[in-house]
């Protein structure tokens, strides 16, 4: 890693003396240069990590649909696996660039952003500037709609959220859980439901700390009104008239 009190970039960043490559996991080198211009993720994970393992599959979600939307948007795998093996087994998975595993760069970038725990996603942007680091969060939440991941983007898509909430019930039952789930604002939480992190709404009970995210909680009631709708419709040969 080259020293980055200057000015901050990719090549700062991920390059060093001796190496101005990534990796593929079929084994090609990629020069760092490519990237330039990108929109890159910085991925801090490792195998024997279930948060992280139960991060990584929404991360390559997210991650194809927007190579599939033409984004230029990259991500470069930091590994914390204890050895090689553990490490190519896991890269395996993964369709984007790596950093070479036990490179010195990871433990200075570790540093250098500051990383407390995994998985973690920084993301930075197309000038080599830190967007953010919380994006484990940002995709977690929003998803590829949140791409680029800037605070503009993010706080547009938290309006849609409020909007919705006020939509919602106050209060809820659900077949997962015996006590009513009060609609509440929440700091990041795991949906007891579909096991996805959750953040800023949640259908919650506060005795036993369960929590559902509004689009689980409220998914039944949907389909029973739908259902609902249907059964008042009679249709009969090419006309159709509610009852």
Same mark, same amino acid.
């Given at each position: 890693?080259?020293?980055?009190?200057?000015?901050q970039?990719?090549s700062?960043?991920?390059?060093?003396d001796?190496?101005?490559f #990534?990796?593929?996991?079929n *084994? @090609?080198? =990629?020069?760092?240069?490519?990237?330039t211009?990108k929109?890159?993720?910085?991925?801090? &994970?490792?195998?024997?990590?279930?948060p992280?393992?139960?991060?990584?599959?929404?991360?390559?979600?997210?991650?194809n649909?927007?190579?599939?939307?033409?984004?230029s948007?990259?991500?470069?795998f930091?590994?914390?696996d204890r050895?090689?093996?553990?490490?190519?087994?896991?890269?395996?998975?993964?369709?984007? #660039?790596?950093l070479?595993? *036990? @490179?010195? =760069?990871?433990?200075?970038?570790s540093?250098?952003?500051?990383?407390?725990?995994?998985p &973690?996603?920084?993301?930075?942007g197309?000038?080599?500037?830190?967007?953010?680091?919380?994006?484990?969060?940002?995709?977690s939440?929003?998803?590829?709609?949140a791409?680029?991941?800037?605070?503009?983007?993010v706080?547009e898509?938290?309006?849609?959220?409020?909007?919705?909430?006020k939509?919602?019930?106050?209060?809820t039952?659900?077949?997962?859980?015996?006590?009513?789930?009060?609609?509440t604002?929440?700091?990041p939480?795991?949906?007891?439901?579909?096991?996805?992190?959750?953040?800023?709404w949640?259908?919650?009970?506060?005795?036993c700390?369960?929590?559902?995210?509004?689009?689980?909680?409220?998914?039944?009631?949907h389909?029973?009104?739908?259902?609902?709708?249907?059964?008042?419709?009679?249709?009969?040969?090419?006309?159709?008239?509610?009852?």
């Amino acid at each position: 890693m080259a020293n980055t009190e200057t000015q901050q970039s990719l090549s700062s960043l991920l390059c060093t003396d001796e190496r101005d490559f #990534l990796i593929r996991n079929n *084994g @090609d080198q =990629v020069p760092v240069s490519e990237l330039t211009g990108k929109t890159v993720g910085l991925y801090f &994970s490792a195998h024997w990590c279930p948060p992280c393992r139960e991060f990584t599959p929404k991360l390559i979600q997210v991650y194809n649909e927007l190579k599939q939307n033409g984004e230029s948007f990259e991500i470069v795998f930091l590994s914390s696996d204890r050895n090689q093996q553990g490490f190519e087994e896991y890269y395996a998975s993964m369709p984007w #660039l790596a950093l070479p595993f *036990g @490179d010195k =760069v990871k433990k200075d970038l570790s540093q250098y952003f500051q990383i407390r725990g995994i998985p &973690s996603f920084i993301i930075v942007g197309p000038d080599g500037e830190t967007v953010t680091k919380d994006g484990r969060t940002i995709v977690s939440v929003h998803g590829a709609k949140a791409y680029p991941f800037t605070d503009a983007c993010v706080a547009e898509l938290q309006k849609d959220i409020e909007a919705a909430a006020k939509k919602y019930p106050k209060e809820t039952k659900h077949e997962l859980h015996e006590h009513s789930l009060q609609l509440t604002r929440r700091k990041p939480y795991m949906c007891n439901g579909c096991r996805d992190a959750g953040y800023t709404w949640s259908f919650y009970c506060q005795n036993c700390d369960f929590d559902l995210h509004p689009d689980c909680a409220l998914k039944d009631k949907h389909s029973d009104e739908n259902e609902k709708k249907a059964a008042e419709v009679i249709c009969e040969g090419d006309a159709c008239r509610r009852v």
